[in-house]
């Protein structure tokens, strides 16, 4: 397929470049989130056009309307296979998924993306195999420290792996580790700061929420009246009073205000709170979430003690004394109001020196 890339030059910053992307990943902020960070950073340096791919009726089908709408997106009715792989259900499953894989070649050679770039889950295997197929390049992101089959098999064509975690290349098959590069999670955030009475104690179980972290709040709360208290409850019913010093939210639409903002967080351990957590420097006590597949959140949490942020704490460890009194240390402690650098520009750098191999008229 030839591609409408001639004018895409390694390295500038100019907006009259032209620059056409194909996008997947979605259902869940974990992948749409660091999607939009890499999207934007390619437009702060060229003229772009994207096209992102949505599954109908989750998160990025009703979040890119409000915050890119200038982004085209094309729908698709697919949901991801269940376990175990043998599962009856899984018969139509794969069916919806060739049918799908039809109308996204179509919309690819419609498109004429320059590459695809996609984060996992199972919208993005679809969009990627489609674009290999008709010569596309295609680019992955992984968040993880344990990658998700879909992006393992994408790594076999992919032309670059990004990894967020060091620990995660272990996990792809060996013939791709050359390509692989570990650049940390694109961090999706803007300008602005949080007015928080401190010391201030933001506590976040993810965009749904967790009825574990918002019990144990109420509790220790009541322990710390000195302390203020953000508790993004995920729209969970809250049972108990709630103390004077404890500010509930349904859902923070602008965490990284808060991250830059307070003294101490507690959080689960997803990949995208990690990597927000060490980007922003931020103390932390993180607390996992049992259930997450493969026991990936224990292994992204203890990168909060490697980074000598924090600690990891398990439910089955959890002791109300104990955290009161390791609250009371990290805010001593204090925290640097600091932020690193974004991986999006890392990312985004890297794409266009491998785009500028495979074309060479796209060389400075």
């Not at 094309?74 to 998924?97: C, M, T, W, Y």
Request: hydrophobic content about 40%; proline content about 5%.
């Amino acid at each position: 397929m030839e591609n409408d890339a001639s004018n895409v030059t390694a390295g500038t910053n100019d907006k009259r470049k032209k620059l056409k992307i194909a996008a997947a990943g979605g259902v869940t902020g974990g992948h749409l989130y660091p999607n939009i960070a890499v999207l934007e950073e390619f437009q702060s340096r060229y003229d772009t056009d994207i096209l992102y791919f949505c599954v109908s009726e989750k998160l990025e089908e009703r979040l890119l309307p409000v915050v890119h709408p200038e982004y085209k997106r094309f729908s698709l009715q697919v949901k991801g296979l269940k376990r175990p792989v043998f599962h009856p259900e899984n018969i139509s499953r794969a069916a919806d998924l060739m049918k799908n894989s039809r109308d996204i070649e179509k919309k690819l050679r419609t498109f004429k993306p320059d590459f695809v770039y996609v984060s996992g889950g199972y919208v993005s295997y679809p969009v990627a195999k489609a674009a290999d197929r008709i010569g596309i390049p295609v680019f992955v992101q992984e968040q993880n420290t344990i990658p998700g089959k879909a992006n393992i098999t994408i790594s076999k064509f992919a032309k670059s792996v990004f990894v967020t975690f060091p620990g995660c290349v272990r996990y792809f098959p060996k013939e791709v580790h050359q390509k692989i590069q570990v650049t940390g999670n694109p961090i999706w955030s803007k300008d602005g700061v949080a007015q928080v009475k401190h010391p201030a104690v933001i506590v976040i179980g993810g965009s749904g929420g967790s009825e574990f972290l918002n019990r144990i709040t109420l509790e220790i709360a009541t322990e710390m009246p000195d302390v203020t208290f953000i508790l993004s409850t995920g729209g969970k019913k809250i049972d108990g009073n709630v103390p004077p010093n404890v500010e509930l939210h349904d859902y923070i639409d602008n965490m990284y205000a808060y991250w830059r903002s307070v003294d101490v967080a507690i959080t689960r351990g997803g990949a995208t709170t990690i990597s927000e957590l060490i980007h922003f420097n931020v103390p932390a006590i993180v607390i996992p979430w049992e259930g997450a597949t493969e026991g990936h959140q224990v292994i992204n949490a203890k990168m909060i003690e490697n980074e000598g942020l924090g600690i990891m704490m398990r439910e089955m460890e959890y002791s109300k004394d104990t955290l009161v009194s390791t609250l009371y240390e990290l805010i001593k402690k204090g925290r640097k109001f600091e932020e690193r650098e974004n991986p999006a520009k890392k990312i985004v750098e890297s794409i266009i020196e491998e785009m500028s191999k495979i074309r060479k008229d796209l060389r400075a």
